[in-house]
């Protein structure tokens, strides 16, 4: 049984500690939940900003539906960063749904998204109960710049771009949980929206993004497709969403995109448990350990949406610092919403449907984590 009203599940996490500090920073206590309650006491001590003012408890459960019910009960939300989504997502959002709780996730991955949609929108909303996957800097910033366009009165068709500062994986600020779940985009299908449909992207899909942010094109991919197509499959205001992720280190992405290149040559046609060893090398060996707090000098996003109509034509762009906490203050955001049973949706929404584009966007800017501008073009 949860005390306190907000679950963070992944307590032990880069991620989910950083939703701790926000919800310490609005004194809203809450029930951290992971499979090692030991670990968990130990990372918060040495991570967590402001612990000594916290109202917590912390909760080991293991990852299965009945174990996660039983840990979730007697909450009203559900906060959860166990990822990959793709591998481990489904289990929590069918405990938080049997628990009665409301259900935000930090993922991105658009096959678990649509997985999450197909399965539970539907039982969600019959309960009365928000299911939110994806409520994190990818992507809902770049939501908040394709909303804002979508703000230009006959804008029907989005790009959006997530571009970030280098990850070299550890060594500047990729987590273990987010190098598993990149390496898990290639065993998904990417799709982008088309007059309504989702379509596969080509196999090895590379766009040379030109901005004006940059001196240099940044070399992008699909990553996944990214949650947004997923999302605004059934806007009425939108026909096609195409998006892409990008790093400025483009040598960095190149090596991802060419990692890519081998598995389809040489692990695709494995057996599931031998591609499972070939992923985890690749993880263990780029990513051994928990990186370091971010820094706003080292982080840095530039989020954008070209929105276009038949005569209308719009440039929106996020500016952010610190991917990772804005990552748990989003989700701190919209757990105060739900706590204030102030959602405009229940069911499977994204943050900016649930809770408003404009509300993100100003929590975010109030904390000077996010900056956003819109051309008219
Ligand atoms: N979309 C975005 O912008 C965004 C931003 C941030 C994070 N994320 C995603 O959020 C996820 C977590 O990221 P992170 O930075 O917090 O990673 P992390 O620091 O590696 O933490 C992962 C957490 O998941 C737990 N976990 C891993 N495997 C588990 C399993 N089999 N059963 C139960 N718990 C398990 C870990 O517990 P132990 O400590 O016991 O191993 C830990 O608490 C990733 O999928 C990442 O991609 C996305």
């Not at 919800?23 to 000594?52: C, S, W």
């Not at 408890?57 to 299965?64: D, K, L, M, W």
């Not at 309504?196 to 080509?202: G, R």
Request: aromatic residues 10%; charged residues 20%.
């Amino acid at each position: 049984m949860a005390k306190y009203p907000v679950v963070v599940y992944g307590a032990s996490g880069f991620t989910g500690m950083l939703i701790m500090d926000w919800l310490i920073d609005q004194q809203i206590p809450f029930t951290a939940v992971a499979r090692n309650a030991g670990r968990v006491k130990e990372m918060m001590a040495q991570r967590v900003v402001r612990l000594e003012s916290a109202t917590y408890e912390i909760v080991q459960a293991e990852h299965s539906v009945s174990a996660l019910t039983q840990a979730f009960k007697g909450a009203k939300v559900v906060c959860n960063t166990v990822g990959p989504f793709i591998n481990f997502g489904l289990v929590a959002v069918e405990a938080a749904l049997k628990a009665g709780c409301h259900y935000l996730d930090t993922s991105g991955e658009q096959a678990y998204v649509r997985s999450v949609r197909d399965g539970f929108g539907e039982i969600y909303r019959q309960a009365g109960l928000l299911v939110s996957p994806s409520l994190a800097y990818m992507y809902t910033f770049s939501e908040i710049a394709a909303e804002i366009a979508l703000e230009t009165p006959g804008i029907d068709v989005l790009e959006t771009a997530t571009l970030c500062r280098g990850p070299r994986f550890a060594a500047s600020g990729v987590t273990v949980g987010s190098t598993a779940s990149i390496f898990e985009l290639y065993r998904q299908e990417a799709c982008y929206l088309w007059e309504k449909q989702l379509v596969p992207h080509a196999y090895g899909t590379t766009v040379n993004i030109v901005d004006q942010n940059f001196v240099q094109p940044v070399f992008s991919l699909p990553w996944g497709g990214t949650s947004l197509p997923v999302y605004f499959q059934h806007d009425a205001r939108v026909r096609s969403c195409t998006s892409y992720v990008g790093f400025y280190d483009n040598d960095v992405m190149k090596l991802v995109h060419s990692l890519g290149a081998k598995w389809d040559a040489e692990y695709k046609k494995l057996p599931k448990e031998q591609q499972n060893v070939v992923i985890k090398s690749m993880v263990d060996s780029t990513t051994p350990s928990m990186p370091p707090r971010e820094r706003t000098t080292a982080q840095r996003t530039v989020d954008f949406a070209v929105g276009r109509g038949q005569l209308a034509a719009v440039r929106a762009t996020v500016h952010g610092v610190t991917s990772y906490i804005s990552t748990g203050a989003v989700q701190c955001a919209g757990a105060m919403k739900l706590l204030d049973n102030d959602t405009a949706k229940v069911g499977f929404a994204s943050g900016s449907k649930a809770f408003g584009h404009r509300y993100l966007l100003g929590f975010l800017e109030q904390r000077g984590l996010a900056r956003a501008s819109v051309q008219q073009l």
